[in-house]
């Protein structure tokens, strides 16, 4: 199990940061998005390789425009 942005999630292992994205319907070349696994960002290049283990906190940051 995981932790997405605050949910608990179970995802098929191994599980990448990647598929867990995927669960929030975040396209992989998305722009304006940032994700930190553990309290660390985590690069684009690194989402489809990054597994996550069980316990792992995971953050998605979308960027929003507005005033």
Do not use: K
């Amino acid at each position: 199990m995981i932790v997405l942005n605050g949910h608990a999630r179970e995802l098929p292992a191994p599980a990448t940061l990647a598929d867990a994205l995927a669960e929030l319907d975040v396209a992989p070349d998305a722009r304006g998005v940032a994700v930190a696994v553990d309290g660390e960002v985590i690069p684009r290049d690194r989402w489809s390789e990054l597994e996550l283990i069980d316990g792992a906190r995971v953050e998605v940051l979308t960027a929003m425009q507005g005033g």
